[in-house]
């Protein structure tokens, strides 16, 4: 069972927190790079609990600093982009992207202490279409490590696509959300008869089994889960999925050969996450397949129409890539369609069935009322494996998995496939990474 104590270690990611300084160790996507424009309006930006302000400047560079001017901590948010850099229109001082002061223009030139003077900044890139912050320390000239070496980050741009969708709770369970394997016969498919799926369809044997059998175990890049089924004389249905340092997953939604791809749940503040989705356009996954369909080829998880409905984007702290349904409308829940088992959930769509599992929890579980199963192992092990790091990191000064180490990212994978290689489970895995696509 996880105690009050070790939930508040794991959920918290402000600033002085095990988790949030765990966090601080690896560069976090941030934002779209489309969301920002050269000398456009700078964009609200919340991250790790920080209150920060991003723009970009006259040079196309990107800027990430704290909101608050180190003037008279008057809000950035209302500043003019302008030349180079961010004018606070309070007394006109002007910071560059590395929270440099370029000008101070309410002091005469002789009593003028611009050098002395610093807005907090963090580094920025760009890569695959988003804006990568690193909020970690780097005093005595320590550089920021590289980003995590996901095999998605490396396909040419044009290949790759980028979602993002805000989500109403903890960043540990909206991960958690990801790793639990054995919901996806019961939340997305429970109205689902076998003898109604076509039996070349690898949904069929989710449903054919609801109670899949485990191998979990740590991995350099996190922690690994194996779920397996039989599926016929002397053959195997496995789905395997992993969780990465240090808020990533990698979910079983596609065919194992081609799913490149990283999920991030990076955390706004200790109630919110912003879910990050990359992943290669040519992959044979749930992006560009059919959903799981009947016989008769309707969706399984309902039309979807209604799932991914987004708001427009505000201004406001909490105002970007918010999706049209959550607890203020049910998530759009039909109890017709519940009743008659049309939908098992009542929900239409996966995604938003997974939303709403993960709000309904409340901001932050709490992990007193959990009586956690054996299907529940992927869920213990990466909280273990959690813990362990941000107190060996808090205690010790040992640096996490992954951070200065991308080459560990890239044994990860995951995804379903059929195997009649009867070796042990990480042997198969071993085996089938080698056999995939890897452009």
Same mark, same amino acid.
């Given at each position: 069972?996880?105690?009050?104590?070790?939930?508040?270690?794991?959920?918290?990611?402000?600033?002085?927190?095990?988790?949030?300084q765990?966090?601080?160790h690896?560069?976090?996507?941030?934002?779209?790079?489309?969301e920002?424009?050269?000398?456009?309006?700078?964009v609200?930006?919340?991250?790790?609990?920080?209150?920060?302000?991003?723009?970009?400047?006259?040079?196309?560079?990107?800027?990430?600093?704290?909101?608050?001017?180190?003037?008279?901590?008057?809000?950035?948010?209302?500043?003019?982009?302008?030349q180079?850099?961010?004018?606070?229109?309070y007394?006109?001082?002007?910071f560059?992207v590395?929270g440099?002061?370029?000008?101070?223009?309410n002091?005469?030139?002789?009593?003028?202490?611009?050098?002395?003077?610093?807005?907090k900044?963090?580094?920025a890139?760009? #890569?695959a279409?988003?804006?990568?912050?690193?909020?970690?320390?780097?005093?005595?000239?320590?550089?920021?490590?590289?980003?995590?070496?996901?095999?998605?980050?490396?396909?040419?741009?044009?290949e790759i696509?980028?979602?993002?969708?805000? #989500?109403r709770?903890n960043?540990?369970?909206?991960?958690?959300?990801?790793?639990d394997?054995?919901?996806?016969g019961?939340?997305?498919?429970?109205?689902?008869?076998?003898k109604?799926?076509?039996?070349?369809?690898?949904?069929?044997?989710?449903?054919?089994?609801?109670?899949?059998?485990? &191998?979990?175990?740590?991995?350099p890049?996190?922690?690994?889960?194996?779920?397996?089924?039989?599926?016929?004389?002397?053959?195997?249905?496995?789905?395997?999925?992993?969780?990465?340092?240090?808020?990533?997953?990698?979910?079983?939604?596609?065919?194992?050969?081609? &799913?490149?791809?990283?999920r991030g749940?990076?955390p706004?503040?200790d109630?919110?996450t912003?879910?990050?989705?990359?992943f290669?356009?040519?992959?044979?996954?749930?992006?560009?397949?059919?959903?799981?369909?009947?016989?008769d080829?309707?969706?399984?998880?309902?039309t979807?129409?209604?799932?991914?409905?987004?708001?427009?984007?505000t201004?406001?702290?909490?105002?970007?890539?918010r999706?049209?349904?959550?607890?203020?409308?049910?998530?759009?829940?039909?109890?017709?369609?519940?009743?008659?088992?049309?939908?098992?959930?009542g929900i239409?769509?996966?995604?938003?069935?997974?939303q709403?599992?993960?709000e309904?929890?409340?901001?932050?579980?709490?992990f007193?009322?959990? &009586?956690?199963a054996r299907?529940?192992?992927?869920?213990?092990?990466? #909280?273990?494996?959690?813990?362990?790091?941000? #107190?060996?990191l808090?205690d010790?000064?040992?640096?996490?998995?992954?951070?200065g180490?991308?080459?560990v990212y890239?044994?990860a994978?995951?995804?379903?496939?059929?195997?009649?290689?009867?070796?042990?489970?990480?042997?198969?895995?071993a085996?089938?990474l080698?056999?995939?696509?890897?452009?």
């Amino acid at each position: 069972m996880t105690t009050a104590n070790e939930g508040q270690e794991l959920t918290q990611v402000g600033p002085g927190t095990p988790m949030g300084q765990l966090m601080r160790h690896y560069w976090l996507p941030a934002m779209l790079s489309s969301e920002l424009e050269r000398d456009g309006p700078q964009v609200r930006l919340m991250l790790l609990g920080e209150k920060l302000i991003a723009f970009r400047d006259s040079a196309g560079r990107v800027g990430v600093l704290d909101q608050r001017c180190p003037h008279r901590c008057a809000s950035l948010f209302l500043g003019r982009n302008e030349q180079g850099g961010l004018r606070c229109i309070y007394h006109g001082w002007k910071f560059d992207v590395e929270g440099n002061c370029l000008d101070m223009p309410n002091v005469t030139e002789d009593q003028d202490f611009k050098h002395r003077v610093k807005a907090k900044a963090y580094p920025a890139i760009e #890569r695959a279409g988003l804006v990568w912050v690193y909020m970690g320390e780097l005093a005595g000239g320590r550089a920021a490590p590289p980003l995590p070496g996901f095999e998605v980050l490396d396909l040419p741009a044009d290949e790759i696509n980028v979602h993002m969708m805000m #989500r109403r709770c903890n960043w540990l369970q909206a991960l958690e959300g990801e790793i639990d394997t054995a919901h996806f016969g019961f939340l997305h498919g429970g109205h689902v008869d076998p003898k109604d799926v076509p039996e070349t369809d690898p949904f069929y044997f989710t449903i054919t089994n609801r109670a899949p059998q485990y &191998h979990v175990a740590d991995a350099p890049w996190g922690t690994q889960y194996a779920g397996y089924r039989g599926a016929g004389p002397g053959q195997t249905y496995w789905r395997f999925a992993n969780f990465l340092f240090p808020c990533w997953s990698q979910a079983p939604n596609g065919e194992f050969a081609s &799913h490149m791809h990283a999920r991030g749940w990076v955390p706004i503040d200790d109630n919110h996450t912003m879910f990050v989705f990359i992943f290669w356009k040519k992959a044979r996954s749930a992006q560009a397949l059919p959903q799981p369909r009947f016989k008769d080829g309707t969706p399984i998880g309902g039309t979807g129409r209604g799932g991914i409905r987004m708001l427009p984007n505000t201004t406001d702290w909490l105002g970007r890539w918010r999706m049209a349904m959550d607890e203020s409308n049910d998530w759009g829940l039909d109890r017709e369609a519940q009743r008659s088992n049309r939908i098992y959930s009542g929900i239409d769509g996966i995604h938003l069935q997974d939303q709403a599992i993960t709000e309904s929890m409340g901001p932050v579980t709490d992990f007193a009322w959990e &009586h956690l199963a054996r299907s529940d192992q992927m869920i213990a092990r990466t #909280r273990r494996r959690l813990l362990l790091a941000a #107190r060996a990191l808090r205690d010790n000064g040992t640096p996490p998995p992954g951070a200065g180490q991308p080459e560990v990212y890239r044994g990860a994978r995951s995804g379903y496939f059929l195997s009649q290689d009867q070796s042990a489970w990480h042997e198969v895995y071993a085996r089938t990474l080698a056999e995939a696509v890897h452009p």
